[in-house]
Nanobody, 123 residues
Framework: QVQLVESGGGLVQAGGSLRLSCVAS????????VGWFRQAPGKEREFVAA????????YYADSVKGRFTISRDNTKNTVYLQMNSLKPEDTAVYYC????????????????WGQGTQVTVSS
C-alpha cells in the first residue's frame, strides 16, 4: 500500500508559478512511474506529466509542455511539478498517482492516488 500526499497548491495570478510536491509513504516508488493529473470542475481528469525511473523518461501533455517541469527525488520519495507561466485554464485540482500498469497518460492505469491539491489561476 502506498500513501501519496500532495501539497503546494494555491491561488496565483496568471503568469505566476507554483511548485507542487507529492510525497509517498508506505512504499518507495523509486522504480515506479509517477504521474500528475488534473481535474477541473465539470471536466474529466486529464494527464499532465509523468516521470519514470530512468533518466530522460519524462512525458508531458501538449498543453503544459514548455511551462511545467516534473522531477523526482527518490532519496526523499518525492515528486515535484514546477508550474510556470500559469494560465487560468490551468485551474484544477492536481493529483499525483503511481502504480502505473499500462498507458502513462491513462488515469485508470494508475493504482494509487493522492487526495489532490487545488490550483487556482486568476486572470
Amino acid at each position: 500500500q502506498v500513501q501519496l500526499v500532495e501539497s503546494g497548491g494555491g491561488l496565483v495570478q496568471a503568469g505566476g508559478s507554483l511548485r507542487l510536491s507529492c510525497v509517498a509513504s508506505g512504499r518507495t516508488f523509486s522504480r515506479d512511474f509517477v504521474g500528475w493529473f488534473r481535474q477541473a470542475p465539470g471536466k474529466e481528469r486529464e494527464f499532465v506529466a509523468a516521470a519514470g525511473w530512468r533518466a530522460g523518461s519524462i512525458y508531458y501533455a501538449d498543453s503544459v509542455k514548455g511551462r511545467f517541469t516534473i522531477s523526482r527525488d527518490n532519496t526523499k520519495n518525492t515528486v515535484y511539478l514546477q508550474m510556470n507561466s500559469l494560465k487560468p485554464e490551468d485551474t484544477a485540482v492536481y493529483y499525483c498517482a503511481t502504480g502505473m500498469g499500462g498507458a502513462i497518460s491513462r488515469s485508470t492505469d494508475y493504482l494509487y492516488w493522492g487526495q489532490g491539491t487545488q490550483v487556482t489561476v486568476s486572470s
